[in-house]
C-alpha cells in the first residue's frame, strides 16, 4: 500500500470537517434573529441568523493594538451572561413620541489562554429588526493606557445585495451623492450603508453611541465581507484609551422592506443612554427662516462689503417675515469678524464674541424679542477648531445673554484638514470624524447645554443616536442639502431626497433647508416640482426646519406657502406608508400638538401612482384633507410650477391616489374636525 500519496488528500478531508465551537448564543424576543458566537483556533467570531438563514456569515472579532500583541488569538470563552429588557421611554421631542426598546442581551467574556492572559468582554442585543454589539476592554495588567491602530471587527454579509453607499476618507466630507452598485463592487464607505438582497431583505450597518472614539467606515476586504476601518487621528493610531472604557455599538438593521427598515432605527436610539440634561423644556421644536439663501445665490456675501447680508436692516427684514408667518427663529450668518477674505478651511480670523459694524446684535436680539422671535446664532470655524475652543465658552454667554437658545455650528474644511492646536507649537491635522473631533462635538453640546442652547452643526460628526442623551443636540447637516441645488457641480438629482430617506436619515434628524419654492439656484433650476418643495417638511425630519427662500418668493407662492406655514416641527407618531430606497417614499406624521396628520410623498425622475390606505387616521373623527399636489402637466424639468391647491372630507378606512409627476411629490393636512 502507498499510504503516504494517500495522507495529503485524508488531511484537507480533516481540515474541512473542522468546524468553530459555538460557545455562545441568543435570539430575539420573537425568535426571529439568532447571533452565535463562535470560537475557531482561538479566534472569536459572530454569525447572524434570520429565521434560520444565514445573513451575516462567521466574521471576526478582536483589535490590532499599538506596541502590543492584537488582541484576536488564542481566545476562549470565560463566561456568558444572558439578560432582557423591554421599556416604553418617552422622547422630549423627535418622529414618535414613545419608543419601545425590546431586546435580548448576551454578555460574553473571552479570554487569552497563553501569554498576557489579558480579557476582553462582547455584549449583544438583539431585537426583532436589528442587533447592535460592542465591546468592553476592563483595566489589567496588560490593558491599562490602549492604543488602538484598528478594530478587527467585520461584517460578512452572506446573501447577494445591491448596496446605497457614499466613500469615506474622501475630501468632501458626507457630502457625496450615494451610488447604487453591487455590494461586492463597495470601496470604503460611510455608515449607515443600505442594503437590498436578491430576495428583497433590507439591511443597514451603522453604529450608534459614538463617545470619545474615532468614528467606524467600513472597507471591503474580499467579496462581500467588510471590516471596520477606524477615521484616523494625527498621532497615526486611531483611538487612544483609559481602561476601562467600551466601543460604540455596532449596528446592523435588518427589515423585509425599505418602510421597515426605516422604522428599525429606532435600535440606534436604544442603543444610547438615555437623557442625561433632565428637563428639556426650554428647547422648543420650530421652523426658522434666515439669512442664508441669498448667500448661495451669490445676491449676498458673508463677507463685509456692499452685498453684505448680516445688515440690520436686512435682519429686520427677516425678523418681521418669522414674525408675520409665525416662525420661532432668524438664522443669520456673516454677523461675526472673520468673513473677509479666504475663510474656507482656514478659520483663525474667526471671532465669535464680537459683531461687526452693520450687525447690532443687542438691539437685533431685542427686536426679535419684541416680535416673538429669537436669533439662531452661527459659529462656523473654517476648521480652525482649537481656535474656536479658545472662544467656546465665552461665545456661548455672549449668546445666552441675549437670548439666543440655538445655534447652527460649522466646520467647513476639507476632510482630514480640521486645525488642532494643542500649544506646543506643533500644528495638527485632524478628521471630521476622528477621536479628537468626537470629543470636541460633545464639549460644545454638553457646554451650550449648561445655557439652555440648542446645537445643530453643519460639516459635523455623524448621527449615531446621542439626540436620546444629550437632547439639545436637535439636528445636524452630513450630508448633500439643499445648497447643492444652487451651485451645481453637480446639483442634486430627483432621487436624492429618496435616496437619503433610507440611507443618511437612518441616523437621525437632517438639516436639510427643503422649501425652496422659487426652484431656482445660481443660474439653474433646482430638480423638483413646487410639490415636492412641500412634502419634504414632511418627508425629511428635522426638529428644526428652515423656510430657507427669500420672502419675496413665498410672497410670489402664497398658496403653496400656506402649507409651510402650517406644517410642524414635531411629531407624536410617523409612519413610512410605502417606499423604495432611491425611488419614492410616503410617510404620515401626527402632529404632538393637536390631532392634525400630515402626509409626504415623493418620487424621483419617474411619474408614479400611488395609493395609500388612511389607516393612520382617528376612527372617531373626520378630516379635512388640505391637498397640494402635482398639477395635470407637471414635470421637474418641463413644468415644475404645475401645481393645484384643493381639498375634500375624508375619514379613517377610505383610500387616495397620489398621481406624482417626475421629480414631484404630494403634500397634505388632515385637519381634524371635533369628534
Request: net charge negative.
Given at each position: 500500500?502507498?499510504?503516504?500519496?494517500?495522507?495529503?488528500?485524508?488531511?484537507?478531508?480533516a481540515?474541512l470537517?473542522?468546524?468553530?465551537e459555538?460557545?455562545?448564543?441568543?435570539?430575539?424576543?420573537?425568535?426571529?434573529?439568532?447571533?452565535?458566537?463562535?470560537?475557531?483556533?482561538?479566534r472569536?467570531s459572530y454569525?447572524v441568523l434570520?429565521?434560520?438563514?444565514?445573513i451575516?456569515a462567521p466574521s471576526?472579532?478582536?483589535f490590532?493594538?499599538?506596541?502590543?500583541?492584537k488582541?484576536e488569538?488564542?481566545?476562549a470563552?470565560r463566561e456568558a451572561?444572558r439578560g432582557?429588557?423591554e421599556?416604553?421611554?418617552?422622547?422630549?421631542?423627535?418622529?414618535?413620541?414613545?419608543v419601545?426598546d425590546?431586546h435580548?442581551?448576551l454578555r460574553a467574556t473571552?479570554?487569552?489562554?497563553?501569554?498576557?492572559k489579558?480579557?476582553?468582554?462582547?455584549?449583544?442585543r438583539?431585537f426583532?429588526?436589528?442587533?447592535?454589539f460592542?465591546?468592553?476592554?476592563?483595566?489589567?495588567a496588560?490593558?491599562?493606557?490602549?492604543t488602538?491602530?484598528?478594530?478587527l471587527?467585520e461584517?460578512a454579509?452572506?446573501?447577494?445585495?445591491?448596496?446605497?453607499?457614499?466613500p469615506?476618507g474622501?475630501?468632501?466630507?458626507?457630502?457625496y451623492?450615494?451610488?447604487?452598485t453591487?455590494l461586492?463592487?463597495v470601496?470604503?464607505a460611510?455608515t449607515?450603508?443600505?442594503?437590498?438582497?436578491?430576495?428583497?431583505l433590507?439591511?443597514?450597518?451603522?453604529?450608534?453611541a459614538?463617545v470619545d472614539?474615532?468614528g467606524m467606515w467600513?472597507?471591503r476586504?474580499?467579496?462581500?465581507?467588510?471590516r471596520?476601518?477606524?477615521?484616523?487621528a494625527s498621532e497615526?493610531?486611531?483611538?487612544?484609551?483609559?481602561a476601562?472604557?467600551?466601543t460604540p455599538?455596532?449596528?446592523?438593521?435588518?427589515a423585509?422592506?425599505?418602510p421597515?427598515?426605516?422604522?428599525s432605527a429606532d435600535?440606534?436610539?436604544?442603543?444610547?443612554?438615555?437623557n442625561?440634561l433632565?428637563?428639556i423644556?426650554?428647547?422648543?421644536p420650530?421652523?426658522y427662516?434666515?439669512?442664508w439663501w441669498e448667500?448661495h445665490?451669490?445676491?449676498?456675501?458673508?463677507?463685509?462689503g456692499?452685498?453684505?447680508?448680516?445688515n440690520?436692516?436686512?435682519?429686520r427684514r427677516?425678523?418681521?417675515?418669522a414674525?408675520?408667518?409665525?416662525?420661532?427663529?432668524?438664522?443669520?450668518e456673516?454677523?461675526?469678524?472673520?468673513?473677509?477674505?479666504?475663510w474656507?478651511?482656514?478659520?483663525?480670523?474667526?471671532?465669535f464674541?464680537?459683531?461687526?459694524?452693520?450687525?447690532?446684535?443687542?438691539?437685533?436680539?431685542?427686536y426679535a424679542k419684541?416680535?416673538?422671535?429669537?436669533l439662531?446664532g452661527?459659529?462656523e470655524?473654517g476648521?480652525a477648531?482649537?481656535?474656536y475652543?479658545?472662544q467656546?465658552?465665552a461665545?456661548?454667554?455672549?449668546?445666552?445673554?441675549?437670548g439666543?437658545?440655538a445655534i447652527?455650528?460649522g466646520?467647513?474644511?476639507?476632510?482630514?484638514?480640521?486645525e488642532?492646536?494643542d500649544?506646543?507649537?506643533?500644528?495638527?491635522?485632524?478628521?471630521?470624524?476622528?477621536?479628537?473631533?468626537v470629543?470636541?462635538?460633545?464639549?460644545?453640546v454638553?457646554?451650550?447645554?449648561?445655557?439652555?442652547i440648542?446645537?445643530?452643526?453643519?460639516?459635523?460628526?455623524?448621527?449615531?443616536?446621542l439626540?436620546?442623551t444629550?437632547?439639545?443636540?436637535?439636528a445636524r447637516?452630513?450630508?448633500?442639502?439643499?445648497?447643492?441645488?444652487?451651485?451645481?457641480n453637480?446639483?442634486n438629482?430627483p432621487?436624492?431626497?429618496?435616496n437619503?430617506?433610507?440611507?443618511?436619515m437612518l441616523s437621525g434628524?437632517?438639516d436639510f433647508?427643503?422649501g425652496?419654492?422659487?426652484l431656482a439656484?445660481?443660474g439653474q433650476?433646482?430638480?423638483?416640482?413646487?410639490a415636492k418643495q412641500?412634502?419634504l417638511?414632511?418627508?425629511i425630519y428635522?426638529?428644526?426646519?428652515?423656510v430657507?427662500?427669500?420672502?419675496?418668493?413665498?410672497?410670489?407662492?402664497?398658496?403653496?406657502?400656506?402649507?409651510?406655514r402650517?406644517?410642524?416641527?414635531?411629531?407624536?407618531?410617523t409612519?413610512v406608508?410605502n417606499?423604495e430606497i432611491?425611488?419614492?417614499?410616503?410617510?404620515?406624521?401626527k402632529d404632538r400638538?393637536?390631532e392634525?396628520?400630515?402626509?409626504g410623498?415623493?418620487?424621483?425622475?419617474?411619474?408614479?401612482v400611488?395609493?395609500?390606505?388612511?389607516?393612520?387616521?382617528?376612527p372617531?373623527?373626520?378630516?379635512t384633507?388640505?391637498?397640494?399636489?402635482d398639477?395635470?402637466f407637471?414635470?421637474?424639468?418641463?413644468?415644475?410650477?404645475?401645481f393645484?391647491v384643493?381639498?375634500?372630507?375624508?375619514?379613517?378606512?377610505?383610500?387616495?391616489t397620489l398621481?406624482l409627476a417626475?421629480g414631484?411629490?404630494?403634500?397634505?393636512r388632515?385637519k381634524?374636525?371635533?369628534?
Amino acid at each position: 500500500m502507498r499510504i503516504p500519496l494517500l495522507l495529503p488528500a485524508v488531511l484537507a478531508l480533516a481540515a474541512l470537517t473542522v468546524r468553530a465551537e459555538k460557545v455562545a448564543e441568543i435570539a430575539s424576543p420573537g425568535n426571529v434573529l439568532k447571533v452565535e458566537l463562535h470560537i475557531d483556533e482561538g479566534r472569536a467570531s459572530y454569525r447572524v441568523l434570520r429565521f434560520g438563514e444565514e445573513i451575516i456569515a462567521p466574521s471576526r472579532l478582536g483589535f490590532l493594538l499599538r506596541d502590543a500583541e492584537k488582541l484576536e488569538r488564542n481566545l476562549a470563552l470565560r463566561e456568558a451572561t444572558r439578560g432582557s429588557h423591554e421599556e416604553t421611554w418617552e422622547q422630549p421631542w423627535g418622529e414618535r413620541r414613545f419608543v419601545r426598546d425590546h431586546h435580548n442581551a448576551l454578555r460574553a467574556t473571552l479570554e487569552e489562554t497563553i501569554h498576557l492572559k489579558r480579557h476582553f468582554e462582547l455584549e449583544f442585543r438583539v431585537f426583532d429588526d436589528g442587533l447592535g454589539f460592542r465591546y468592553h476592554l476592563p483595566k489589567q495588567a496588560n490593558l491599562d493606557l490602549v492604543t488602538i491602530d484598528d478594530e478587527l471587527t467585520e461584517i460578512a454579509i452572506a446573501p447577494e445585495s445591491t448596496a446605497w453607499w457614499i466613500p469615506a476618507g474622501e475630501w468632501n466630507r458626507y457630502e457625496y451623492l450615494y451610488q447604487k452598485t453591487p455590494l461586492r463592487e463597495v470601496g470604503q464607505a460611510h455608515t449607515p450603508i443600505s442594503l437590498r438582497t436578491a430576495d428583497g431583505l433590507h439591511l443597514a450597518l451603522h453604529e450608534a453611541a459614538l463617545v470619545d472614539y474615532s468614528g467606524m467606515w467600513l472597507r471591503r476586504v474580499k467579496g462581500q465581507r467588510f471590516r471596520a476601518q477606524l477615521s484616523p487621528a494625527s498621532e497615526g493610531w486611531k483611538v487612544q484609551r483609559q481602561a476601562p472604557f467600551h466601543t460604540p455599538w455596532r449596528t446592523i438593521q435588518i427589515a423585509d422592506s425599505a418602510p421597515a427598515l426605516y422604522r428599525s432605527a429606532d435600535l440606534i436610539l436604544n442603543l444610547n443612554e438615555p437623557n442625561k440634561l433632565g428637563d428639556i423644556g426650554w428647547f422648543t421644536p420650530h421652523k426658522y427662516a434666515g439669512v442664508w439663501w441669498e448667500m448661495h445665490l451669490d445676491t449676498a456675501s458673508w463677507a463685509r462689503g456692499p452685498k453684505h447680508g448680516a445688515n440690520n436692516a436686512n435682519v429686520r427684514r427677516h425678523i418681521d417675515f418669522a414674525a408675520d408667518n409665525g416662525f420661532r427663529g432668524v438664522l443669520v450668518e456673516g454677523w461675526n469678524p472673520g468673513w473677509d477674505g479666504n475663510w474656507f478651511g482656514n478659520g483663525n480670523d474667526f471671532d465669535f464674541t464680537r459683531w461687526v459694524d452693520d450687525f447690532d446684535l443687542p438691539a437685533l436680539a431685542a427686536y426679535a424679542k419684541q416680535r416673538g422671535v429669537r436669533l439662531i446664532g452661527h459659529h462656523e470655524t473654517g476648521g480652525a477648531v482649537s481656535h474656536y475652543e479658545k472662544q467656546l465658552e465665552a461665545a456661548l454667554d455672549l449668546y445666552a445673554k441675549h437670548g439666543v437658545d440655538a445655534i447652527k455650528t460649522g466646520y467647513v474644511a476639507d476632510a482630514g484638514q480640521i486645525e488642532r492646536n494643542d500649544g506646543d507649537g506643533v500644528i495638527r491635522r485632524e478628521w471630521h470624524d476622528g477621536q479628537w473631533m468626537v470629543r470636541h462635538h460633545l464639549r460644545v453640546v454638553t457646554e451650550a447645554a449648561k445655557r439652555r442652547i440648542a446645537i445643530n452643526a453643519h460639516e459635523p460628526v455623524k448621527d449615531t443616536g446621542l439626540r436620546r442623551t444629550y437632547p439639545n443636540w436637535v439636528a445636524r447637516e452630513g450630508a448633500r442639502g439643499m445648497e447643492y441645488a444652487a451651485w451645481g457641480n453637480p446639483t442634486n438629482p430627483p432621487e436624492h431626497e429618496a435616496n437619503l430617506v433610507f440611507t443618511r436619515m437612518l441616523s437621525g434628524p437632517m438639516d436639510f433647508t427643503p422649501g425652496i419654492l422659487s426652484l431656482a439656484g445660481r443660474g439653474q433650476a433646482v430638480q423638483t416640482t413646487l410639490a415636492k418643495q412641500l412634502a419634504l417638511y414632511v418627508v425629511i425630519y428635522s426638529p428644526i426646519q428652515m423656510v430657507p427662500d427669500l420672502p419675496e418668493h413665498y410672497a410670489e407662492r402664497g398658496k403653496a406657502f400656506q402649507f409651510i406655514r402650517d406644517v410642524p416641527a414635531d411629531w407624536a407618531e410617523t409612519r413610512v406608508l410605502n417606499g423604495e430606497i432611491g425611488d419614492y417614499v410616503t410617510f404620515a406624521r401626527k402632529d404632538r400638538r393637536s390631532e392634525d396628520w400630515y402626509l409626504g410623498s415623493l418620487t424621483d425622475e419617474h411619474g408614479r401612482v400611488l395609493e395609500i390606505a388612511l389607516d393612520f387616521l382617528d376612527p372617531a373623527r373626520s378630516y379635512t384633507a388640505q391637498i397640494y399636489r402635482d398639477g395635470q402637466f407637471a414635470h421637474w424639468r418641463e413644468a415644475p410650477f404645475d401645481f393645484v391647491v384643493e381639498q375634500r372630507e375624508v375619514k379613517a378606512g377610505e383610500r387616495m391616489t397620489l398621481r406624482l409627476a417626475a421629480g414631484g411629490g404630494t403634500a397634505i393636512r388632515f385637519k381634524a374636525e371635533r369628534p
